[in-house]
Each structure stands twice: as C-alpha cells, then as structure tokens.
C-alpha cells in the first residue's frame, strides 16, 4: 500500500520534531543486520533514553535541508537509522559502539552533536569519555587540588612548630633534669 501525502507529511514533522529536541542525532548503516539485533539495539537505546528510527533517505534529505547539515546529506547512501538522544550523549554513543563492536555489520557514520558535525572517529573517542558525573567529579577535583596542596603546607609548617616546641620542652626537662638524692 503506498504511502499519502498524509502519512509522509506527519513523518516528516515527526521527525523534524526528534531533530530539534535532540542534543545528538547519530546516522548509522544497519545493512545486514538481524531484526532481532535491531530490536536489542533499540531497548539499549531506550536505556539511555534515545530512540532509533529508521527513516527514508528522502524523507531525511528534507529534515537535513539546512546547508550547515551538507555533511550528514552526503552520509545518507543506502539504508540509514538515525538515533535521537535528548539527555545524555556520552551514554548513548557508548550504547551505540558497544553495539557496533559485537555486531560487524553495523556500522556509525556520521552524527550531529549540538550543532557540530562529527565523523564516525570523533563519535568513538566521545563513546570514550567517562560519564558526566565522572567529569564533574573530576574538574571539582583539579579545583580543589591546589586549596588541599596549600592546606598541606600549611598543616605542615604548624605542625613543624609543634614539634620545635616539643623538642625544647623535652631539651628543657632533660637539662634541668630530676634532681638526684645521694644513696646512703
């Protein structure tokens, strides 16, 4: 049964609605794989609170109409899934490549991340940052590192005239020492 004018219409908006909601948009070649991969795909996908779509090339030559989208217009040969992902990127490009690794015929193209277009290489190494917290933990860390450094030197120099103070005190008492009584 051939598709309306309709239909075409409402999966056109569809998607151009994905489009802009989304922080990154991942085009894929799904060739050769088995529907039921796809399907454990999708749920990873989910997981990270994505979706993968598959969409007509004509249908997302119209959503990449944009001329600063060329680069995801040249990727769009043969069958293409795109993944939307609104929250957390790093989480769903690590979904994608850890797909990509066991299944050999699925394979990342190109993505589009907050405006930016990023090529099948840049997409692996940001699947290798750790996850956002993980960051900002890590930055929260090299804030702190020199405070604690200098809190350090600090605890150190106090605790150095403690121990001065200290070994006059002993110094002191060793000099004047007990007094001794002759044995009888």
Do not use: C, H, W
Request: aromatic share 8%; net charge positive; no cysteine.
């Amino acid at each position: 049964m051939p598709v309306t004018k309709e239909q075409k219409a409402t999966a056109l908006e569809e998607v151009s609605k994905l489009f802009a909601a989304s922080k990154i948009v991942v085009l894929s070649d799904y060739r050769g794989v088995k529907v039921e991969n796809i399907t454990q795909l999708r749920r990873n996908v989910r997981q990270a609170k994505g979706l993968f779509k598959v969409v007509k090339n004509t249908l997302s030559r119209r959503v990449f109409s944009d001329p600063k989208y060329q680069g995801l217009r040249d990727q769009l040969k043969g069958p293409i899934g795109l993944t939307f992902g609104a929250e957390e990127p790093v989480e769903l490009l690590k979904k994608l490549t850890e797909f990509a690794k066991t299944n050999d015929k699925f394979q990342l193209r190109a993505g589009l991340f907050e405006g930016q277009l990023f090529d099948k290489q840049a997409l692996t190494a940001l699947a290798g940052l750790p996850p956002k917290p993980v960051l900002m933990a890590q930055i929260l860390g090299l804030f702190n590192s020199p405070l604690q450094s200098l809190m350090g030197v600090m605890d150190g120099n106090i605790r150095n005239f403690l121990y001065l103070l200290k070994g006059m005190e002993e110094k002191a008492q060793t000099a004047s020492g007990p007094a001794e009584t002759p044995a009888s």
